[in-house]
């Protein structure tokens, strides 16, 4: 199945149960306009209610960029009351969407200023040797202070303020990214749109109830004290785990008549 759009394609693959979710500017460096946003937003929404998906992959058209942010050469547009602005990573967001399928990001060539938004919220994030990140805002003379919110969830205080506060004179490439954790493996170009469908394909192949309450547990804890977090994940393990359990049972009965081996992968 596939989504009518005209600034990302949505796929879906029925047999591995993997939605993939494909910015489509490259001519733009996959910057995003409003349209990009509405229309993220609506296949976050498309995907979160498709019963057939289980995990999505997130990635970008062309060679160049995975993207630039936004684009600034078209009028986001925002509402006349200052206080009822928008932060477009709201609409990008699979989490503030309520999208709590586990999210592959797929990075290859230049990653900037808002591209983090995708990155931050994903669950896996790998990249092609070719990647780079950093973060022009201060260079361009503004405020860098949305997207280093959630790229200090992943590396840490002093990795984000260094990459905020340098700007356009450094870049982070990819075997940096991997040692300070922005990611968690390199592979070829030629090879990252496939490893990451094969990620997506092995977290959909186990029981969704499972994965998603995983991600919902881990992801909402990051805004709550540490005795509150646990106290809340132990209620999503009653709520979830018999569901999951007999998703399991399910799976590998089917399995066992396919004749498909559930060995596990050495990484």
Same mark, same amino acid.
């Given at each position: ?5 005209s600034t990302?394609?949505l796929?879906?693959d029925a047999?591995?149960r /993997? ?6 500017r490259?001519?733009?460096l996959n910057?995003?306009?409003? $349209? ?7 296949a976050?929404r +498309?995907i +979160?209610l @498709?019963?057939?998906v289980?995990?999505?992959?997130? +990635?970008a058209? *062309?060679?160049r960029?995975f993207?630039?942010?936004?684009d600034?050469?078209?009028?986001y547009?925002q509402?006349?009351?200052?206080w009822?602005h ?5 609409? =990008?967001?699979?989490?503030?969407q309520?999208m709590?399928?586990?999210?592959v990001c797929?990075?290859?060539? =230049?990653?900037?200023? *808002?591209?983090?938004?995708f990155?931050n919220e994903?669950?896996? /994030?790998? &990249?092609?040797?070719d990647a780079?990140f950093? @973060? ?5 003379g503004?405020? &860098?202070?949305l997207?280093?919110?959630? !790229?200090?969830?992943?590396?840490g205080?002093?990795?984000t !303020?260094?990459?905020a ?5 450094e870049r982070v &490439?990819a ?7 922005l /990611?968690?493996e390199? /592979?070829?170009?030629e %090879?990252?749109w496939?490893?990451?469908h094969a990620?997506a394909? *092995?977290?959909?192949?186990k029981p969704p $109830?499972?994965t998603q309450g995983?991600v919902?547990?881990?992801w909402?804890s990051?805004?709550?004290p540490y005795?509150?977090? !646990?106290d809340?994940? =132990?209620?999503y393990t009653r709520l *979830?785990?018999?569901i999951?359990?007999?998703e =399991?049972?399910a799976?590998?009965g089917?399995? %066992?008549?396919?004749?498909?081996s559930t060995?596990p992968r050495i990484r």
């Amino acid at each position: 199945m596939s989504a009518d759009y005209s600034t990302i394609t949505l796929d879906i693959d029925a047999d591995d149960r /993997v939605a993939t979710l494909t910015l489509n500017r490259p001519e733009r460096l996959n910057a995003f306009n409003r $349209t990009m946003c509405e229309e993220v937003r609506d296949a976050w929404r +498309r995907i +979160r209610l @498709d019963d057939s998906v289980n995990a999505v992959v997130l +990635r970008a058209a *062309g060679t160049r960029a995975f993207s630039a942010g936004l684009d600034i050469k078209s009028a986001y547009g925002q509402p006349d009351g200052i206080w009822h602005h928008e932060d477009p990573g709201e609409l =990008l967001s699979p989490k503030w969407q309520k999208m709590w399928k586990p999210v592959v990001c797929a990075v290859n060539g =230049l990653c900037t200023a *808002g591209a983090f938004y995708f990155v931050n919220e994903s669950d896996v /994030v790998i &990249c092609s040797d070719d990647a780079t990140f950093f @973060d022009s805002h201060v260079s361009a003379g503004l405020v &860098c202070a949305l997207e280093p919110i959630g !790229l200090m969830r992943r590396v840490g205080l002093g990795e984000t !303020l260094r990459i905020a506060l340098m700007g356009n004179d450094e870049r982070v &490439c990819a075997e940096t990214a991997l040692r300070i954790g922005l /990611v968690t493996e390199i /592979v070829t170009r030629e %090879q990252l749109w496939e490893r990451a469908h094969a990620i997506a394909a *092995g977290i959909a192949a186990k029981p969704p $109830t499972a994965t998603q309450g995983t991600v919902k547990a881990i992801w909402e804890s990051l805004d709550k004290p540490y005795r509150a977090a !646990l106290d809340q994940g =132990l209620i999503y393990t009653r709520l *979830g785990n018999p569901i999951a359990k007999a998703e =399991l049972a399910a799976a590998a009965g089917d399995a %066992q008549r396919r004749g498909i081996s559930t060995e596990p992968r050495i990484r």
